[in-house]
C-alpha cells in the first residue's frame, strides 16, 4: 500500500514543480518594437578627416519631445542610446567654425545599433566684404620724379597709382614690360 501512495504524491509534486517553474515565464510580456530601443553612434570629422572633440550632436524626431543631444567625445565619437525604434529621426551635428551636418531620414529596427556614416562636417561659410571705389584726382604735369604722360593717364586710378609709385627712372628702364 506504500508504493501506491508514493506514485501519485510524484505525480503531485512533479505537477507543482512544473507550475512553480512555469508560471513566471507566463507572467512575462513580450516587449514591444517601441520597448526595444536602439542605439546610434558615429564619429565627427572636419573636411580633413580629423575628429571634431565637442560637436553637438542632436538626434531630432519628428515631435519636440522626440529629442536628445549629447556631445561628441575628444576622438568625435557619439553615442545615443534609448533611442526608440519605428520612428524617423534626423541627426544633426553643431560645431563652432563649420557649418550644421543633418543627416537622412533614419528609422531603427528594435534594438538595432546603427553606425553612421559620412558625419563630415563643412567649414562654415566666412562672408566677406569689399567696397571698391575710387575718386579722380588730376596729377600736376610737372612732377619731376614721374614720367610726363602719367599726367594723361590720371583720370584711370589703377595707372595713376602705379605712376605715383615708380620713379621715371624705372619706368625707362622697364617701359616695354609696362607698355
Known amino acids: 500500500m506504500g508504493d501506491k501512495l508514493r506514485i501519485p504524491y510524484r505525480i503531485v509534486c512533479q505537477a507543482v514543480l512544473i507550475v512553480v517553474l512555469t508560471a513566471p515565464t507566463l507572467a512575462q510580456r513580450v516587449?514591444?518594437?517601441?520597448?526595444?530601443?536602439?542605439?546610434?553612434?558615429?564619429?565627427?570629422i572636419d573636411p580633413n578627416d580629423?575628429?571634431?572633440?565637442?560637436?553637438?550632436?542632436?538626434?531630432q524626431g519628428p515631435e519636440s519631445s522626440d529629442s536628445y543631444t549629447t556631445v561628441a567625445n575628444?576622438?568625435?565619437?557619439?553615442e545615443l542610446h534609448n533611442v526608440r525604434s519605428g520612428i524617423p529621426y534626423r541627426v544633426i551635428v553643431h560645431?563652432?567654425?563649420?557649418?550644421?551636418?543633418?543627416?537622412?531620414?533614419?528609422?531603427?529596427?528594435?534594438s538595432q545599433?546603427?553606425?553612421?556614416?559620412g558625419?563630415?562636417?563643412?567649414?562654415?561659410?566666412?562672408q566677406t566684404n569689399v567696397n571698391v571705389g575710387y575718386s579722380s584726382v588730376r596729377l600736376p604735369p610737372n612732377r619731376s620724379n614721374c614720367r610726363k604722360s602719367?599726367?594723361?593717364?590720371?583720370?584711370?586710378?589703377?595707372?595713376?597709382?602705379?605712376?605715383?609709385?615708380i620713379p621715371s627712372r624705372s619706368l625707362r628702364n622697364s617701359s616695354s614690360s609696362l607698355l
Open 74 to 78: 575628444e576622438n568625435g565619437f557619439f
Open 31 to 44: 516587449p514591444t518594437p517601441e520597448e526595444r530601443p536602439g542605439s546610434i553612434a558615429a564619429t565627427v
Open 150 to 165: 602719367s599726367a594723361s593717364w590720371a583720370s584711370s586710378p589703377i595707372f595713376m597709382l602705379i605712376t605715383i609709385a
Open 50 to 59: 580629423d575628429p571634431v572633440p565637442g560637436a553637438t550632436v542632436v538626434l
Open 113 to 117: 545599433y546603427k553606425i553612421l556614416t
Open 95 to 110: 560645431a563652432n567654425g563649420f557649418a550644421d551636418w543633418t543627416s537622412p531620414s533614419i528609422v531603427l529596427e528594435p
Open 119 to 126: 558625419c563630415k562636417l563643412r567649414l562654415e561659410g566666412v
